[in-house]
């Protein structure tokens, strides 16, 4: 890939057959193919790197990255991946009327240049459709939209645009949070303690969600405390025998889905008469992290 300077601008030269486009988020970066430098007119090249550029100075690269993680985030969400068409068809739109406007020529003429790209591209490989421009379409109905909405293009007001998103910001921030104080909470601590008995290869919960057991058993950072004579009294009558281990301090996402925890082997050859049992906590990683905030 050739790397050549036009009017102080970077850009990426290909032999590959596809429409203009810029990668990169760091480092943007805008490729043309080999057929459009060769053949366009240096005002012609201009608007077209005006056009990367302007993707790249509104920030859409950002946007689309956003978008996506939130598709493998909420994938459960069929809209997310339903209107990725048209929010990259949006972004498109306001590409080309913030191109328009800025570089002072009609858009008759920025029209042109965009339907020249399209036939060059088609002409130097009959057999291979133009490729998807950065959030454009490739399909006729797509660009007959696309040409449409610049054919129809109408100067606007600067100031009057960022005050529509200032207000929309704003409306946008008190949304979410009416939207989160209205919510379930995204997981809850979960208070219960379960007791389990190991024996052999096999294992069995002998109580859980047992209201007694908050009687028996506490715990803070680093230990767990438990009234000997109740707790096994508790296990005679549950006729446990094996390992004893008490498992604590873990979380549930609603409606119910328990996830986490602590835990510690009880040792039944204590005589205080508070045992006191130390643990390591386990804290959440990463993953557990993120299933949280989910």
Same mark, same amino acid.
């Given at each position: ?10 850009v ?12 990169? !988020?760091?480092?943007? =970066?805008?490729?043309? %193919? ?6 366009? $007119?240096?005002? @012609? +090249? =201009? ?10 100075r509104?920030?859409?690269?950002w ?13 459960m ?11 990259r ?6 590409c080309?009327?913030?191109c ?11 029209g042109?240049? +965009?339907?020249?790209? !399209?036939?060059? !591209? ?7 459709? %133009? ?23 109408? %100067?606007?007001? =600067?100031?009057l ?7 929309l910001?704003?409306v ?8 989160? #104080?209205?919510?379930?909470a ?10 389990y @008995?190991y ?7 002998? #109580?859980?969600?047992?209201s ?5 058993? #506490? ?17 005679? =009558?549950?006729?446990a ?25 009880? @040792?039944?050859? $204590? ?20 299933f949280?905030? +989910?």
């Amino acid at each position: 890939m050739e790397k050549v300077f036009f009017d102080g601008i970077r850009v990426s030269v290909t032999d590959m057959i596809v429409t203009p486009f810029t990668i990169g !988020l760091l480092k943007p =970066k805008i490729v043309l %193919p080999k057929a459009m430098a060769d053949s366009y $007119s240096r005002e @012609e +090249l =201009k608007a077209i790197i005006q056009h990367e550029q302007t993707h790249i100075r509104l920030g859409h690269l950002w946007f689309g990255l956003a978008w996506d993680m939130l598709r493998c985030l909420l994938w459960m969400n069929p809209f997310l991946t339903v209107f990725q068409k048209h929010f990259r068809a949006d972004m498109e739109d306001i590409c080309d009327r913030v191109c328009i406007q800025n570089s002072g020529k009609t858009a008759h003429e920025y029209g042109l240049v +965009l339907l020249k790209t !399209l036939k060059l !591209l088609r002409s130097e490989s009959e057999n291979v459709p %133009p490729a998807v421009t950065y959030a454009g379409e490739s399909e006729f109905i797509g660009m007959k939209r696309r040409m449409g909405k610049i054919a129809g293009f109408h %100067p606007y007001r =600067k100031k009057l645009c960022m005050c529509m998103v200032a207000v929309l910001v704003a409306v946008t921030g008190a949304a979410l949070l009416v939207i989160h #104080s209205c919510s379930y909470a995204q997981f809850r601590e979960d208070e219960s303690i379960l007791v389990y @008995e190991y024996v052999g290869e096999d294992g069995v919960t002998i #109580s859980n969600h047992d209201s007694r057991l908050d009687q028996m058993i #506490s715990y803070d950072d680093s230990y767990v405390y438990v009234d000997r004579e109740a707790f096994e009294a508790f296990l005679g =009558k549950n006729n446990a025998e094996g390992q004893i281990y008490i498992v604590f301090g873990g979380f549930y996402k609603p409606p119910g889905f328990l996830c986490g925890g602590q835990s510690c082997l009880y @040792e039944t050859d $204590s005589t205080d008469e508070v045992v006191r049992i130390p643990y390591i906590r386990q804290e959440d990683n990463w993953m557990m992290a993120l299933f949280k905030i +989910l």
